[in-house]
């Protein structure tokens, strides 16, 4: 089995910067790509910010979030600069893993809360 382990989370106020974490660990043969996504209170899942050889971004977060990956880890991280309260969501893992019986399957974390407020 693949777990996705998500860490970082919490309340900053507006301007200020969290750094978010995600290990995947278990049955792994190689990790196709790793993001994260999000969803705001009232709002569907939206894509955030994805790794997959290149990187892609929301255009709400592109020049503030930062996308990366430790390969040997097999740990994504996504720094935030300049949050903003409609920025407060809870924020998930998400990861395109070939497992050792060669299933390409989807997996998720369990979510982590960051919430932008003063």
């Known amino acids: 089995q693949v777990r996705l382990v998500e860490s970082g989370g919490g309340l900053v106020q507006p301007g200020g910067s969290l750094r978010l974490s995600c290990a995947a660990s278990g049955s792994i043969r190689s990790i196709n790509s790793m993001g994260w996504y999000r969803q705001a209170p009232g709002k569907e899942r939206e894509l955030v910010a994805s790794s997959d050889g290149s990187t892609h971004y929301a255009d709400s977060v592109k020049g503030r979030f930062t996308i990366s990956r430790d390969n040997a880890k097999n740990t994504v991280y996504l720094q935030m600069n300049s949050l903003k309260p409609e920025d407060t969501a809870v924020y998930y893992c998400?990861?395109?893993?070939?497992?050792?019986?060669?299933?390409?399957?989807?997996?998720w974390g369990q979510g982590t809360l960051v919430t932008v407020s003063s």
């Open positions: 998400n990861a395109d893993i070939t497992t050792i019986l060669g299933a390409d399957l989807e997996f």
